[in-house]
């Protein structure tokens, strides 16, 4: 079983910047698919970023261009740096690994972006 714990998370400033970072349990990367959703009150869970085991990347749109999804194998971590943060990137982040029909989550880290 995987295990994943965020941190970094916060209240920050409209145009400030945070990097959040997920922990796996064990070294996944070169099987598993990586990546970060988020829910806001009252709004379905969305797709942030992620990345496949091939480390390529992909973003939702509302994103794209502010935020940044890297992996570092030896740490067994992923990270998000955002940066240019709006008020409407405030959220719960979840890391997440996929693999086929297996998908494990971490518990989440508060993103709150207000001035």
């Known amino acids: 079983q995987v295990q994943l714990v965020e941190s970094g998370g916060g209240l920050v400033q409209p145009g400030g910047s945070l990097r959040l970072s997920c922990a796996a349990s064990g070294s996944i990367f070169s099987t598993y698919a990586m990546g970060w959703y988020r829910q806001a009150p009252g709004k379905e869970r969305e797709l942030v970023a992620s990345i496949s085991s091939r480390s390529s990347t992909n973003y939702a749109d509302s994103v794209k261009g502010r935020f940044t999804i890297t992996a570092d194998i030896a740490k067994y971590t992923v990270y998000l740096q955002m940066n240019m943060l709006k008020p409407e990137d405030t959220a719960v982040y979840y890391c997440?690994?996929?693999?086929?029909?297996?998908?494990?989550w971490g518990r989440g880290t508060q993103v709150t972006v207000s001035s």
């Open positions: 997440y690994a996929r693999r086929g029909s297996s998908t494990y």
